[in-house]
T-cell receptor, first 112, second 115 residues
């Protein structure tokens, strides 16, 4: 019940296309869902996050869609650029428990 | 510039040897964390500390030890008891406050390999 399942493991998208990464969780007590972006040889950095009281959050080209009934959330990257090539991690946490449960990561490659 | 500095960037361990990974932050954060990252897996929590002189085990603490003698520093020792230490190790921190925990700040990591 503590797992966060992320898919796909890897993704290749043409420049200008839409990249979509999905995550699913079981624990309905989770109430905070961040996405982190990691470039090779670097630590992850917070990209965008959502709480279950909204179904969508947008920041620039990045959007989180949240489906509470399906226990799924996804990251959409619009107009994908080569600079977006990185590994993306979803995660989940509950209440003030800040020990995040991490997905396995998605390696995204944007082809010029 | 404020941030988290991890050193060394690459580290090699011989059989039976203990090695220590350094993590220093100048962000004035109270909470600090150590994560292990293996290819194709999410981050797994090794140890965390919310305040000086106090720390708690995470999900995979066996074979590791930490200390927190100063607010700025949270070194991780990989002991000889850790039989599979090859991994990318990440140190992180976050500020205090009701929502401070929502954003983790990471260092650039240390790649540990076994000789």
């Amino acid at each position: 019940q503590q797992q966060v399942k992320q898919s796909p493991q890897s993704l290749i998208v043409q420049k200008g296309g839409i990249s979509i990464i999905n995550c699913a969780y079981e624990n309905t007590a989770f109430d905070y869902f961040p996405w982190y972006q990691q470039f090779p040889g670097k630590g992850p950095a917070l990209l965008i996050a959502i709480r279950p009281d909204v179904s969508e959050k947008k920041e620039g080209r990045f959007t989180i869609s949240f489906n509470k009934s399906a226990k799924q959330f996804s990251l959409h990257i619009m107009d994908s650029q080569p600079g977006d090539s990185a590994t993306y991690f979803c995660a989940a946490s509950k209440g003030s428990n800040y020990q995040l449960i991490w997905g396995a990561g998605t390696k995204l490659i944007i082809k010029p | 510039d404020g941030g988290i500095t991890q050193s060394p960037k690459y580290l090699f361990r011989k059989e039976g040897q203990n090695v220590t990974l350094s993590c220093e932050q100048n962000l004035n954060h109270d909470a600090m964390y150590w994560y292990r990252q293996d290819p194709g897996q999410g981050l797994r929590l090794i140890y965390y500390s919310q305040i000086v002189n106090d720390f708690q085990k995470g999900d995979i603490a066996e074979g590791y030890s930490v200390s927190r003698e100063k607010k700025e520093s949270f070194p991780l020792t990989v002991t000889s008891a850790q039989k599979n230490p090859t991994a990318f190790y990440l140190c992180a921190s976050h500020p205090e406050g009701a929502t401070g925990w929502e954003k983790l700040f990471f260092g650039s990591g240390t790649q540990l390999s076994v000789l």
